[in-house]
């Protein structure tokens, strides 16, 4: 037996404006959320809270019924891979976030700036939006120029034939540890989840002690239910959740409308999960 979030409310506490790698405006994606019912949205764009400010106007100014939870999704290093830790419910005038996003964000920069020039010392000439020009610079705008600039036929073959790890324009960075964002996202007050776990392609050995690593250094939850998943992994995540002690955080990862991933759409906790937001 299963509900959605509570009898009363509709969370989603994992999506992205056009501060990242999203297509909406925080305006649009806070109308969006309230179209498909969801009560509490946490805005959650790659290492920036640029746009909460703008998505916390809007719902003021249009009086909409949804609460709007500051939110972050850090990029992490953890024993080579990439993790990503969303934070929540935290003061974002806090020092301690402040810090960690302008550093994170200047290594985004610098790794943009090197895939940019990857791509023209391979020949491939595009002209993709500057560093400094975008909020947040990231693959997603590296993968559209190459699109637009007619180098590749879709979104996912830039990817796969320039972007991905193991590929030709391709740069490892190192950011921070899960220890590090953990750190400052308590600082600031909120709480610290892993992001979309089956996702860094781990085999339960490596996902469980990932998790068990994270939870050392603070992590308070995990993401058991996301939009998509294949059958069966949202109750191996909630039993990893249980077994290890973490709060269970629901979330889309929306990042632009498609049939099968939108704000607020499939996301149950099965009932032996501790909700995320019960925490704070």
Same mark, same amino acid.
């Given at each position: 037996?299963?509900?959605?979030?509570? *009898?009363?409310?509709?969370?989603?506490?994992? #999506?992205?404006?056009?501060?990242?790698?999203?297509?909406?405006?925080?305006?649009?994606?806070?109308?969006?959320?309230?179209? !498909?019912?969801?009560?509490?949205?946490? $805005?959650?764009?790659?290492?920036?809270?640029?746009?909460?400010?703008?998505?916390?106007?809007?719902?003021?100014? &249009?009086?909409?019924?949804?609460?709007?939870?500051?939110?972050? =999704?850090?990029?992490?290093?953890?024993?080579?891979?990439?993790? &990503?830790?969303?934070?929540? !419910?935290? +003061?974002?005038?806090?020092?301690?976030?402040?810090?960690?996003? /302008?550093?994170?964000?200047?290594?985004?920069?610098?790794?943009?700036?090197? /895939?940019?020039?990857? $791509? &023209?010392?391979?020949?491939?000439?595009? +002209?993709? *939006?500057?560093?400094?020009?975008?909020? /947040?610079?990231?693959?997603?705008?590296?993968?559209?120029?190459? %699109?637009?600039?007619?180098? %590749?036929?879709?979104?996912?073959?830039?990817?796969?034939?320039?972007?991905?790890?193991?590929?030709?324009?391709?740069?490892?960075?190192? @950011?921070?540890?899960?220890?590090?964002?953990? =750190?400052?996202?308590?600082?600031?007050?909120?709480?610290?989840?892993?992001?979309?776990?089956?996702?860094?392609?781990?085999? !339960?050995? @490596?996902?469980?002690?990932?998790?068990?690593?994270?939870?050392?250094?603070? %992590?308070?939850?995990?993401? %058991?239910?996301?939009?998509?998943?294949?059958?069966?992994?949202?109750?191996?995540?909630?039993?990893?959740?249980?077994?290890?002690?973490?709060?269970?955080?629901?979330?889309?990862?929306?990042?632009?409308?498609?049939?099968?991933?939108? $704000?607020?759409? !499939?996301?149950? $906790?099965?009932?032996? #999960?501790? *909700?995320?937001?019960?925490? @704070?």
């Amino acid at each position: 037996m299963q509900h959605v979030s509570s *009898p009363t409310f509709h969370y989603d506490l994992h #999506c992205h404006s056009h501060y990242s790698d999203g297509v909406l405006s925080p305006a649009e994606l806070v109308e969006r959320a309230c179209i !498909n019912g969801v009560t509490h949205l946490a $805005l959650t764009d790659h290492d920036s809270i640029a746009g909460v400010a703008e998505a916390q106007q809007y719902i003021a100014q &249009h009086q909409l019924p949804l609460e709007l939870i500051t939110g972050t =999704e850090i990029t992490c290093t953890w024993e080579q891979f990439e993790i &990503h830790v969303v934070g929540l !419910n935290f +003061d974002s005038q806090a020092a301690s976030i402040q810090k960690l996003l /302008m550093q994170q964000q200047e290594r985004r920069r610098h790794r943009y700036q090197q /895939m940019v020039a990857k $791509l &023209h010392a391979a020949g491939v000439m595009i +002209d993709p *939006p500057l560093a400094q020009a975008v909020t /947040m610079p990231t693959r997603k705008h590296l993968a559209d120029a190459l %699109v637009s600039e007619g180098w %590749v036929s879709s979104f996912e073959k830039a990817f796969q034939r320039y972007l991905r790890k193991g590929q030709q324009a391709y740069v490892p960075t190192q @950011w921070v540890t899960i220890a590090e964002a953990a =750190e400052a996202i308590i600082a600031a007050g909120g709480v610290a989840v892993i992001a979309h776990p089956h996702a860094y392609q781990l085999s !339960n050995k @490596w996902l469980r002690r990932l998790l068990c690593e994270a939870k050392v250094v603070g %992590v308070t939850g995990v993401e %058991v239910a996301i939009s998509v998943q294949p059958p069966g992994e949202r109750a191996a995540l909630a039993t990893f959740a249980k077994e290890i002690g973490l709060a269970a955080s629901v979330g889309s990862d929306f990042h632009y409308p498609m049939r099968w991933r939108d $704000l607020g759409k !499939n996301l149950c $906790l099965p009932d032996h #999960c501790v *909700p995320i937001w019960t925490v @704070w």
